[in-house]
């Protein structure tokens, strides 16, 4: 079955690093991109970046720079997204979705973190 | 990037067609055929209905139609149902980028 299953709920301290998996499964894991997208509480969705999971190749949205970073496993067919200093505006959902040409055709159920004192 | 321009809410009865408007500029909606529709319910997965300007993926209903004029693209519900009620999002590709939102009710 092709899908993308993500990691559980995550509740951190502000500064903490977190790290949060999408599995796929179900289709050639090096043949799309994989996408993450954040719907922040009240927000819209907002794209984050995302990484080549041939090659590890990653390219970022502007205001994520420098506070995320995308990796793989190609071993496990897994894609991470680490914050490495949350602050508590980083709460939200965070979704992973499949590349397929110029739209992204398949995503993850989502992955709420929780960033509080 | 600045986020698409979509209407917060759109409403309408059911049997009815609602039409929901994505207005962005030359340099992402306006270049190629890259815009695509998400339906998102509140604790789901978003859902692909409408991929490059118009196409739809099988098993979306034909009910879903995707147009677009210059920098404006274009979402249509046709004989809205209840289970139509959800939010709404455009996503231009080239610019890597979403639209606010619109939410849709059947009254």
């Known amino acids: 079955q092709v899908q993308l299953v993500q990691s559980g709920s995550e509740v951190a301290k502000p500064g903490a690093l977190v790290k949060i998996s999408c599995k796929t499964s179900?289709?050639?894991?090096?043949?799309?991109?994989i996408n993450w997208v954040r719907q922040a509480p009240g927000q819209g969705l907002e794209w984050m970046g995302w990484?080549?999971?041939?090659?590890?190749?990653?390219k970022y949205a502007q205001p994520f720079q420098g506070s995320i970073t995308l990796t793989r496993d190609t071993s496990t067919t897994t894609v991470y997204l680490e914050f490495s200093n949350l602050r508590t505006d980083d709460s939200a959902v965070y979704y992973c979705?499949?590349?397929?040409?110029?739209?992204?055709?398949?995503w993850g159920q989502g992955t709420l973190i929780t960033v509080s004192s | 990037q600045s986020a698409l321009t979509q209407p917060a809410s759109v409403s309408g009865s059911p049997g009815q067609s609602i039409t929901i408007s994505c207005t962005g500029a030359?340099?992402?909606?306006?270049?190629?055929?890259?815009v695509s529709w998400y339906q998102h319910h509140p604790g789901k997965a978003p859902k692909l209905i409408i991929y490059?300007?118009?196409r739809r993926p099988s098993g979306i209903s034909d009910r879903f139609s995707g147009s677009k004029s210059g920098s404006t693209a274009s979402l249509t519900i046709s004989g809205l149902q209840t289970e139509d009620e959800s939010t709404y999002y455009c996503?231009?590709?080239?610019?890597?980028?979403f639209g606010r939102g619109t939410m849709v009710t059947v009254l």
């Open positions: 996503c231009s590709y080239a610019g890597r980028v």
């Open positions: 030359s340099s992402d909606v306006g270049k190629y055929n890259f």
């Open positions: 490059e300007d118009t």
């Open positions: 179900g289709y050639n894991f090096i043949n799309h991109y």
């Open positions: 990484i080549s999971p041939d090659g590890g190749g990653t």
């Open positions: 979705a499949r590349e397929k040409g110029f739209y992204y055709d398949l």
